[in-house]
């Protein structure tokens, strides 16, 4: 069989083939927090690529020992990409107490020398851990002193028996609860504590306290499972021959609890309270950039253009529902888009983060100032109120002054003559039409045919090959292409669909003279079909991909107010 058919598809074969991710090294401690004494695992994983010159090794400070334990590769198939991991396991001892740093180092690999990042240690003396041996303990990231504040809640159970399961019970009270929208991380290690071996199970989940007042915060449980040797009477004979299976061992049962911590919190106080206070209680910075259709920020632009405004909020508090205060200015106009939050627990600390875009469309030529925008937060450790400020922007707007009116739907610039409405959603830009370049006589005579086959055959057969028109479907915002031409169009079908009900007509059928008609919405929904003009005749390129943007961001909070 030739091979030549199957060549176009090498280049595709070849790139599902290669390898998902750009080679590198990672450097990781099962635990960074640990005792005088006790040994834990140390993971160096070198990813996409291969090592040269054996087993890597590295210098540690005073007072840390190492030593290779193991090797092991493997696999994984992602995006069919396929990534290859080896994984070099090290023992790691501390030998004294303290703040330890393990310095970047080298790793000489088939892709060249990557450098690992550094990794900080703390090795609590000896008899000061907080880790006891078969005992089940629970701490806070902080201290609790408010209502609204969220901590991190810790449990940790360390055992050197042979811990077969566990189920976690969490704690439960009133004055505080789980944090929602936030997951709990568990993790499990091992470490050397003298000649044994002890493992370790960690929860770490968030709560918010909800009522102010002394209290107790219950601790945390545990169901623990540990593998116990069967007693001689009860083993079989395949038992006594192979004593040391693990499938001969009973399981029992036990319960351990945290003791609880008490705490006493306090409202925010109101004086010295600004007007504007957002509600988050944390420790929060806000930065801030503009970018324009490029990515950078522009010094120039038109008249219509969009510029965005991002805004990163990060912290240690959730910031889910929090809405940037509105921007008040002249000279242009401003649509929101939804933020997006996010909250992970790392590291034993609450980790958020909360993204804004601010969409900003100068309506007239000269200097414009985009104000900063302020969000004012509590600070839990000083008690103090906090002011967090973005940059303003400077920009100069050129072009003429906007002049959109609110006409009509059709496509064209200027409608020469009312068309009647059809169920079908007029275009935004009008598809170019196939026209027979024979006369009109002709083009009769090529429907004769068609006329003999009904007069031979009746109608209804002809009828009955018709197929049923399908009803069209309610377009969602989920639904849109990708491609700027028909996404707009679809954007104007979602509008149409939008205000009809209120006015009591067919999608199709509306016009921009209707809009008036709308009430409270009206004024809303003629920005909205100004924006959708401006885009309709915004020509190709960035331009229109912006002015698109722009008018979906405003679509949606419409569309939103009008639920």
């Known amino acids: 069989m030739p091979l030549m058919p199957f060549a176009p598809i090498t280049p595709i074969l070849f790139q599902l083939c290669s390898t998902a991710f750009a080679a590198q090294v990672s450097l990781r401690a099962d635990t960074e927090s640990f005792g005088e004494g006790q040994s834990i695992g140390l993971a160096l994983t070198v990813t ?3 090592v040269r010159g054996g087993v890597p090794s590295f210098s540690l400070p ?18 069919f990409n396929l990534t290859t991991s080896t994984m070099y396991r090290y023992t790691l001892t501390a030998l004294r107490a303290g703040d330890f740093v393990i310095p970047a180092f080298e790793v ?32 806070l990231s902080e201290a609790a002193q408010w209502v609204g504040q969220t901590v991190v809640y810790h449990l940790r159970f360390a055992t050197d028996r042979q811990l077969a399961n566990g189920n976690w019970v969490p704690p439960e009270g009133k004055g505080f609860a789980l944090e ?4 709990p991380v568990a993790t499990n290690y091992t470490v050397g504590q003298g000649d044994k071996r002890v493992a370790v199970q960690d929860l770490y989940l968030p709560i918010r306290f909800t009522e102010g007042g002394t209290f107790k915060v219950p601790g945390g449980a545990l169901q623990a499972q540990f593998a116990v040797e069967r007693s001689r009477r009860r083993r079989g004979q395949m038992e006594q021959l192979f004593p040391d299976l693990g499938m001969f061992t009973d399981v029992r049962s036990e319960m351990f609890s945290a003791p609880s911590i008490p705490v006493s919190l306090k409202q925010p106080p109101k004086t010295g309270r600004p007007a504007d206070y957002s509600g988050l209680i944390g420790h ?31 912290g240690d508090s959730p910031v889910t529902g929090l809405k940037l205060p509105p921007l008040v200015g002249d000279g242009f106009r401003v649509y929101d888009d939804q933020p997006v939050a996010t909250g992970v627990i790392r590291d034993g600390k609450l980790v958020t983060s909360s993204s804004f875009k601010r969409a900003v469309v100068p309506e007239r030529p000269g200097p414009l100032t985009i104000p900063p925008v302020s969000i004012t937060t509590f600070d839990p450790s000083t008690g103090a109120y906090v002011v967090l400020s973005s940059e303003a922007v400077s920009l100069t707007v050129v072009g003429a002054a906007a002049t959109a009116s609110v006409a009509s739907f059709s496509a064209g610039p200027a409608p020469v003559a009312p068309v009647e409405p059809t169920d079908d959603l007029l275009p935004i830009r009008p598809s170019p039409a196939l026209t027979p370049p024979w006369p009109g006589l002709w083009s009769l005579l090529l429907l004769l045919p068609g006329f003999a086959l009904t007069a031979v055959f009746g109608p209804q057969v002809l009828l009955a090959r018709r197929p049923a028109r399908v009803k069209q479907q309610r377009l969602d915002f989920s639904d849109l292409p990708e491609d ?21 007509m067919g999608a199709a059928a509306v016009h921009g003279e209707d809009l008036a008609k709308l009430g409270v919405h009206a004024s809303e929904a003629e920005v909205v079909y100004r924006l959708i003009e401006r885009a309709r005749y915004a020509g190709g390129g960035s331009g229109a991909v912006e002015q698109v943007r722009t008018l979906e961001v405003a679509l949606r909070a419409f569309v939103e107010k009008l639920k």
């Open 48 to 50: 996409d690529t291969s």
């Open 284 to 314: 929060f910075s806000l930065s801030s950039h503009v970018t324009g259709s490029a990515d950078n920020a522009p010094a120039e632009v038109k008249v219509g253009d969009t510029v965005t405004l991002a805004l990163e909020l990060t």
């Open 180 to 183: 929602s929208g936030i997951e």
């Open 62 to 79: 005073e007072g840390l020992t190492a030593a290779f334990e193991s090797q092991q590769q493997q696999q994984l198939m992602q995006n």
């Open 108 to 139: 000489v690999t088939a892709a060249g020398r990557l450098t690992t990042t550094p990794l900080n240690l703390h090795v609590e003396a000896r008899g000061t851990s907080t880790t006891g041996v078969n005992e089940l303990t629970g701490e």
């Open 484 to 504: 700027v031409h028909a996404r707009l169009s679809g954007l104007e079908q979602i509008f149409r669909e939008a205000v009809a009900p209120l006015l009591g």
